[in-house]
């Protein structure tokens, strides 16, 4: 497929490159707890010389960056880090267990609870994780990608988990699934010169951390609006937000001698992936141009969700429902 930017056979395969070789040539690091009992593999100390000197010159590369372009941690504005070591381990804290968040966006579920589009999120938008995108995103700090994509990697190897019934186990090569990321709007791409999320699963594709039968595919794109007609999402409530996004997708195939012709989804299934979930209208969005070109999407997967999931959502749905119902409404009327 043409359309794609991932390798598909890009699978928790090492690469062949000098990176691959850093962990194979490390000491055994010490083995501890952490606050959930779970066993934790700190890094020791390199075994061979050429690794030690590879990893000091690293180290004397990175310190010489910092004394020519200065930098902070995007979370506690420590000096020469992007962030660093404490608020890095806060950051995996946050993004440690990924959870189902359909239930805080309500452009996801019905208004009788059915969930129109399962969606997982990797942390809770608040203290590091918050910190770190918002750098990310509209400040340029493009060095915290490799910390959101460790995250965002987290959030894929969760979705069989998570989604046992709605997401396909892949067992067979003729069996492909596509993650496409949410396109920026024009106005956002000009302004930061590249692509948030497009940027993480680029990324993960190179650093090989997309598991077997995964890949990348970059297919949907904004649709051009007047100016009068744009207006950011941050500012508008949840009906508002459902309206200025409402049909500004569409799904982009490849160009062959000046015709456009749609891309073949058969045995392909797409996972939205965006960055930050909050009423879920723009993952809606995207998911509706993909169906309504023929894909089969099963899920959504975002980095961070606005609002936690209530533990309680389903029973006051029931006990709404139940208050609302023919037989109810009659018996209150009687009396």
Same mark, same amino acid.
């Given at each position: 497929?043409?359309?794609?930017?991932?390798?598909?056979?890009?699978?928790?395969?090492? %690469?062949?490159?000098?990176? %691959?070789?850093?962990? %194979?040539?490390?000491?055994?690091?010490?083995?501890?707890? +952490? *606050?959930?009992?779970?066993?934790?593999?700190?890094?020791? &100390?390199?075994?061979?010389?050429?690794?030690?000197?590879?990893?000091?010159? &690293? %180290?004397?590369?990175?310190?010489?960056?910092?004394?020519?372009?200065?930098?902070?941690?995007?979370?506690?504005?420590?000096?020469?880090?992007?962030?660093? *070591?404490?608020?890095?381990?806060?950051?995996?804290?946050?993004?440690?267990?990924?959870?189902?968040? &359909?239930?805080?966006? +309500?452009?996801l579920v019905g208004t009788m609870g059915e969930v129109f589009v399962p969606a997982v999120a990797v942390g809770t938008y608040r203290d590091a994780l918050a910190a770190a995108l918002l750098a990310f995103k509209n400040h340029g700090r493009t060095e915290l990608a490799p910390e959101l994509a460790r995250c965002l990697a987290k959030g894929l190897a969760a979705?069989?988990?998570?989604?046992?019934?709605?997401?396909?186990?892949?067992?067979?090569?003729?069996?492909?699934?596509?993650?496409?990321?949410?396109?920026?709007?024009?106005?956002?791409?000009?302004?930061?010169?590249?692509?948030?999320?497009?940027?993480?699963?680029?990324?993960?594709?190179?650093?090989?951390?997309?598991?077997?039968?995964?890949?990348?595919?970059?297919?949907?794109?904004?649709?051009?609006?007047?100016?009068?007609?744009?207006?950011?999402?941050?500012?508008?409530?949840?009906?508002?937000?459902?309206?200025?996004?409402?049909?500004?997708?569409?799904?982009?195939?490849?160009?062959?001698?000046?015709?456009?012709?749609?891309?073949?989804?058969?045995?392909?299934? $797409?996972?939205? $992936?965006?960055?930050?979930?909050?009423? *879920?209208?723009?993952?809606?969005?995207?998911?509706?141009?993909?169906?309504?070109?023929?894909?089969?999407?099963?899920?959504?997967?975002?980095?961070?969700?606005?609002?936690?999931? @209530?533990?309680?959502? @389903?029973?006051?749905?029931? &006990?709404?429902?139940?208050?609302?119902?023919?037989?109810?409404?009659?018996?209150?009327?009687?009396?």
């Amino acid at each position: 497929m043409g359309w794609m930017q991932g390798d598909e056979q890009a699978g928790g395969e090492p %690469s062949s490159g000098i990176g %691959s070789g850093l962990g %194979s040539g490390l000491g055994r690091g010490c083995e501890t707890r +952490d *606050g959930s009992g779970a066993r934790a593999m700190h890094r020791g &100390e390199a075994i061979h010389w050429w690794l030690r000197f590879w990893l000091w010159c &690293e %180290s004397a590369w990175r310190e010489f960056l910092y004394l020519v372009m200065p930098s902070e941690c995007v979370v506690c504005g420590r000096d020469d880090a992007a962030v660093c *070591g404490a608020c890095a381990r806060l950051l995996r804290q946050q993004c440690r267990t990924p959870f189902r968040a &359909e239930q805080s966006a +309500d452009a996801l579920v019905g208004t009788m609870g059915e969930v129109f589009v399962p969606a997982v999120a990797v942390g809770t938008y608040r203290d590091a994780l918050a910190a770190a995108l918002l750098a990310f995103k509209n400040h340029g700090r493009t060095e915290l990608a490799p910390e959101l994509a460790r995250c965002l990697a987290k959030g894929l190897a969760a979705l069989p988990v998570l989604l046992p019934a709605t997401f396909p186990g892949v067992t067979s090569c003729d069996q492909l699934v596509l993650l496409v990321p949410v396109p920026s709007t024009g106005s956002g791409w000009r302004r930061r010169g590249y692509d948030p999320v497009a940027l993480l699963l680029r990324l993960m594709a190179r650093e090989h951390r997309l598991p077997q039968g995964f890949a990348v595919g970059a297919l949907l794109a904004q649709r051009p609006r007047l100016p009068w007609r744009r207006h950011h999402q941050k500012g508008l409530g949840r009906a508002a937000r459902r309206r200025n996004v409402h049909n500004t997708m569409y799904v982009r195939g490849p160009f062959r001698r000046g015709f456009h012709l749609a891309p073949n989804f058969a045995g392909v299934t $797409i996972v939205v $992936i965006d960055d930050v979930l909050t009423t *879920g209208a723009t993952l809606r969005e995207a998911v509706r141009a993909l169906e309504s070109a023929g894909a089969n999407v099963c899920a959504g997967l975002v980095l961070a969700a606005a609002r936690a999931p @209530d533990l309680g959502a @389903d029973a006051i749905t029931a &006990e709404r429902l139940a208050e609302n119902s023919f037989p109810t409404k009659m018996n209150k009327c009687s009396h």
